[in-house]
T-cell receptor
C-alpha cells in the first residue's frame, strides 16, 4: 500500500513570495490533516478535512494560508505572502474512518523563508 | 485544557542501555495515548498505542503502559540500538474533538555505538 505522498520535499523562498505544497493521502482515507512543525516542537494542526469538507481550521492563519481538497482526494496548502516565521516542516497526514485516531504521515516539506 | 508533556532531550545513551522517555498528559476523561517516532529525513510513524487504562502498547521492543493513576505513558526499551536514534513524540487523542491529537514537543534520542 502506497503511503502519503508530499511534494516538494524542500523549498526555499524569499519573504513575501508565495508557495504551494501538495499532498496525496493513502487511497481510501477520508480524513486529511495539514500540520506545521517548527524545529524542536510537536506538530501543530493547521487544518483537518473530512472528504472535501473542512472539519477544523481554527489554527490556520487565514490571512495568508489557504488549503483545499477538491474531489476529496489530494490537497494543496498555500502560503501567500510568506513570512520568516513560516519556516517549518509542513506535514500531511491521513486516516481512515474505521481507525481515525491512527494517522499516517507523509515525509513532509521543509520550507525555508529568507 | 488538554496537554501532553514529555521529557526534554536530547537523551544520549550507549548501545544496549535501558531507555525511558517520560510522558504525562492532562485531559478530561481517558484519552487514547500514542507514541510516534520520526527517523531522520522521514515522516512521523505510529510506534505504539494504548486505548484504555492499564493497556500496554508494544512494538519493535518498545513498550508503554497507560497509567491513569499517574496520568502517564512512559516509553521504555530494554536494550537500545543505534538504529533507534530518532525523535519520539507522545500524543493523546482529544476527547472532545474529531479525532485530533494533542502532541508533546518531542524527545530526541541519540544512541552511541
Amino acid at each position: 500500500e502506497a503511503g502519503v505522498a508530499q511534494s516538494p520535499r524542500y523549498k526555499i523562498i524569499e519573504k513575501r513570495q508565495s508557495v504551494a505544497f501538495w499532498c496525496n493521502p493513502i487511497s481510501g482515507h477520508a480524513t486529511l490533516y495539514w500540520y506545521q512543525q517548527i524545529l524542536g516542537q510537536g506538530p501543530k494542526l493547521l487544518i483537518q478535512f473530512q472528504n472535501n469538507g473542512v472539519v477544523d481550521d481554527s489554527q490556520l492563519p487565514k490571512d495568508r494560508f489557504s488549503a483545499e481538497r477538491l474531489k476529496g482526494v489530494d490537497s494543496t496548502l498555500k502560503i501567500q505572502p510568506a513570512k520568516l516565521e513560516d519556516s517549518a516542516v509542513y506535514l500531511c497526514a491521513s486516516s481512515s474512518d474505521s481507525a481515525s485516531y491512527e494517522q499516517y504521515f507523509g515525509p513532509g516539506t521543509r520550507l525555508t523563508v529568507t | 485544557g488538554n496537554s501532553v508533556t514529555q521529557m526534554e532531550g536530547p537523551v544520549t545513551l550507549s548501545e544496549e542501555a535501558f531507555l525511558t522517555i517520560n510522558c504525562t498528559y492532562t485531559a478530561t476523561g481517558y484519552p487514547s495515548l500514542f507514541w510516534y517516532v520520526q527517523y531522520p529525513g522521514e515522516g512521523l510513524q505510529l510506534l505504539l498505542k494504548a486505548t484504555k487504562a492499564d493497556d500496554k502498547g508494544s512494538n519493535k521492543g518498545f513498550e508503554a503502559t497507560y497509567r491513569k493513576e499517574t496520568t502517564s505513558f512512559h516509553l521504555e526499551k530494554g536494550s537500545v540500538q543505534v538504529s533507534d536514534s530518532a525523535v519520539y513524540f507522545c500524543a493523546a487523542k482529544k476527547t472532545d474533538s474529531n479525532y485530533q491529537l494533542i502532541w508533546g514537543a518531542g524527545t530526541k534520542l541519540i544512541i552511541k555505538p
